[in-house]
């Protein structure tokens, strides 16, 4: 683990956390503007939510696994809150205003819950394989390997839990 001071942790420890907010409230917006790249169809989300996993890895190699664990996970639910209050203002990409608010957005809750719940399971697995992996003298060997994973955990688990939710809620 790196040497910082303490007021270079703590700026590290505000700066980190604003990513990670940033990037999951930016991602579930985004995940509701369809794009078509070269005949793939996908959203803008899928460009902006590997991000998530520079932040990771950037945590746990200032902070180290134990307290990365335990910064992510209390990003989570102001993320969770954040990515509601901002996907039901802009709902499919118009501003809908304040009133949006009033009312619950069932489709906006589908997806902040599905991108919670695969979010919790991706950075677990993300942390763990970083932190096993970045002792190894070839220094891409953590940060390429715990994306994958985690990446892939990702994607697994968002498709399954948005088919759990839009069964149970529809």
Do not use: E
């Amino acid at each position: 683990m790196n040497v910082f001071s303490q007021t270079q942790r703590y700026k590290a420890l505000f700066w980190l956390s604003l990513f990670h907010l940033l990037v999951i409230t930016s991602s579930n917006y985004l995940v509701q503007l369809p794009v078509s790249i070269f005949g793939f169809h996908t959203t803008w989300g899928a460009f902006s939510f590997p991000f998530i996993f520079l932040a990771t890895d950037l945590t746990v190699r200032i902070f180290g696994a134990p307290l990365a664990r335990r910064i992510i996970f209390a990003v989570m639910i102001p993320a969770l809150l954040i990515s509601y209050v901002i996907s039901s203002l802009f709902y499919m990409g118009s501003w809908q205003g304040f009133g949006a608010l009033a009312h619950f957005n069932l489709f906006v809750a589908r997806i902040a819950t599905a991108s919670f719940m695969a979010y919790a399971l991706g950075q677990i697995l993300d942390v763990h394989v970083f932190n096993r992996l970045r002792q190894s003298r070839h220094w891409w060997l953590a940060p390429t390997a715990s994306t994958l994973f985690g990446n892939v955990s990702d994607t697994t688990h968002s498709t399954i839990a948005g088919l759990l939710l839009h069964c149970l809620l529809a």
